[in-house]
Antibody, heavy 125, light 107 residues
């Protein structure tokens, strides 16, 4: 069965780079039927999409975060990763990885059908 | 950028009630809308996609409707397990924004 598991440091210092990895098990990440995305949720607040990537490396990023975000994929490890640079306290959140189902009509990402459990990342010195 | 606005922000209801949550888009998104349920400390779970299609395994008491800029999620008869926060998400453009959420509370 499909599982997604986020991993990475739970504490990052201001101005540094937040790095997380999502390990996918139960299905190959190399499918044209899916993109793979990152979403975050500050404590007590709503959901914010960060960005998504295909197995071939095509990316879509949230325009409000684009200048600081890099998402990459490693098909050999069935993983994809998030780097968010120059973090501040405002980047403190639970970070989720999720499978982003492709809209077959357009071949572009649609809705998120499977999610990881999430990992809390705190930005603090 | 398309803005998604949900109403109400909080909704108090009782077991057995029929409830409706509304999501409005700042411009037309055709039927490219999903609804999610999130319980405290858990990841969101998709309920509805393409505005009205029920995700596999989701109880039939959940239904979605709408197109263009106005959408609704309806729960026909609230069950104890349904008290949670609900989010809409658009996928008409490559900005995949979510609504701010509607918290469904026990009256």
């Amino acid at each position: 069965q499909l599982q997604l598991l986020e991993s990475g440091p739970g504490l990052v210092k201001p101005s540094e780079t937040l790095s997380l990895t999502c390990t996918v098990s139960g299905v190959s990440i190399s499918s044209s039927a899916y993109y793979w995305g990152w979403i975050r949720q500050p404590p007590g607040k709503g959901l914010e999409w960060i960005g998504s990537i295909s197995y071939g490396g095509s990316t879509y990023y949230n325009p409000s975060l684009k200048s600081r975000v890099t998402i990459s994929v490693d098909t050999s490890k069935n993983q994809f990763s998030l780097n968010l640079s120059s973090v501040t306290a405002a980047d403190t959140a639970v970070y989720y990885c999720a499978r982003h189902r492709v809209q077959m009509v357009y071949g572009t990402p649609g809705y998120f059908d499977y999610w990881g459990q999430g990992t809390l990342v705190t930005v603090s010195s | 950028d398309i803005q998604m606005t949900q109403s109400p922000s909080t909704l108090s209801a009782s077991v057995g009630d029929r409830v409706t949550i509304t999501c409005r888009a700042s411009q037309s998104i055709s039927s490219w809308l999903a609804w999610y349920q999130q319980k405290p400390g858990k990841a969101p779970k998709v309920l509805i996609y393409k505005a009205s299609s029920l995700e596999s395994g989701v109880p039939s008491r959940f239904s979605g409707s709408g197109s263009g800029t106005e959408f609704t999620l309806t729960i026909s008869s609230l069950q104890p397990d349904d008290f949670a926060t609900y989010y809409c998400q658009q996928y008409n453009t490559h900005s995949y924004g979510f609504g701010q959420g509607t918290k469904l509370e026990i009256k």
